[in-house]
């Protein structure tokens, strides 16, 4: 045979083996079997806990932050997250448009949020804490509400109830109608509501224990020269409100948490840096009763009560 003969047959064959290669079907690829896919798990739900403006937000979230730790600790249902405002009337605005799953309000903002979906079920407890005081400079020796007449006032918000509307009433009382007679001045927080007396910007200031007491433990200045003039008649403390739309069970072990803490060496602990003994559940209704008491003397001196100018949407 010629080489040109083989090498053609070659060439033949080589084209036979590849059509009939490419006329079988393939096998397919070995693909593994699997059982069920498994369900993905659930995010973990997340509730924004929030507390009125009662420190200047590193002090705020130095006292609060180890609470919120310590509830997280307890439960892997849910999870809290502490949220600061930076005055009263961002707190509110907040609160009353149903942005907080659970607060700390003041009592007055406690029952006005019941009238937009929360419920109060518990609050601070020490009630004889929960006063107003009213602070002036040693040197300007203030004796009788008369030497406040004219003179600018400094409170922490129109709603701080111990801080503003206890302290007004305290004073209306006795011959001083501050809204009339004097020069109101909001700031914001309680610590500058004392701030604003020492640096002579306000001839009296309006705050209530816990945060006078820390100020003038850290600064002793402070403390040399200011001076309580007068103190409220004591109310009842702080709420505690939660969301109507949250799970009855994660409520109980918000609840356990809380009014347990007293209870334990690391929640005394937390509790002590809030310059508190407990937490104490009270029932809703009752809460509201002794806040609506005051609102009606309140109301019956002043006419009506302050609205805090929230922009609710």
Same mark, same amino acid.
């Given at each position: 045979m010629s080489r040109t003969f083989l090498f053609q047959l070659l060439i033949k064959l080589t084209l %036979?083996?590849?059509?009939?290669?490419?006329?079988?079907k393939s096998e397919p690829d070995y693909e593994p079997q699997y059982g069920d896919t498994p369900a993905v798990k659930a995010q973990k739900v997340e509730y924004i806990f929030a507390v009125h403006p009662l420190h200047n937000p590193e002090r705020f979230f130095e006292i609060y932050q180890p609470l919120i730790n310590y509830i997280n600790?307890?439960?892997?249902?849910?999870s809290l997250k502490l949220e600061s405002s930076?005055?009263?009337?961002?707190? &509110?605005?907040?609160?009353y448009n149903r942005k907080f799953h659970f607060a700390l309000p003041n009592p007055y903002q406690s029952v006005i949020s019941t009238k937009y979906g929360y419920h109060i079920f518990g609050k601070m407890g020490d009630d004889e804490r929960f006063r107003g005081i009213i602070v002036a400079r040693k040197t300007d020796h203030i004796r009788s509400v008369s030497q406040? +007449?004219?003179?600018?006032?400094?409170?922490?918000?129109?709603?701080?109830?111990a801080?503003? #509307? #206890?302290?007004?009433?305290? %004073?209306?009382?006795?011959?001083?109608?501050? &809204?009339? +007679?004097?020069?109101c001045r909001y700031v914001g927080s309680q610590e500058s509501s004392v701030m604003n007396v020492y640096l002579g910007k306000t001839k009296a200031g309006c705050t209530w224990p816990p945060p006078w007491e820390m100020l003038i433990m850290q600064r002793p200045e402070i403390n040399a020269a200011l001076e309580i003039v007068w103190q409220t008649e004591p109310l009842i403390n702080n709420g505690l409100v939660v969301r109507n739309d949250i799970p009855q069970d994660h409520l109980a %072990?918000? !609840?356990?948490?809380?009014? !347990? %803490?007293? +209870?334990?060496g690391k929640g005394k602990t937390i509790l002590n840096r809030m310059d508190l003994s407990r937490f104490e559940k009270i029932?809703?209704?009752?809460?509201?009763?002794?806040?609506?008491?005051?609102?009606?003397k309140y109301k019956k001196e002043f006419g009506s009560l302050p609205n805090g100018e929230v922009d609710r949407k």
């Open positions: %036979l083996f590849f059509i009939i290669g490419c006329g079988k600790a307890k439960t892997t249902a849910f930076k005055d009263y009337k961002s707190f &509110e605005n907040k609160l406040l +007449n004219g003179e600018a006032i400094s409170f922490p918000s129109a709603t701080a109830l801080a503003a #509307m #206890m302290p007004k009433y305290y %004073l209306k009382l006795r011959g001083l109608d501050v &809204e009339k +007679n004097a020069l %072990l918000v !609840e356990k948490s809380l009014f !347990e %803490l007293h +209870n334990s029932d809703n209704d009752k809460f509201v009763a002794v806040v609506e008491s005051f609102l009606q």
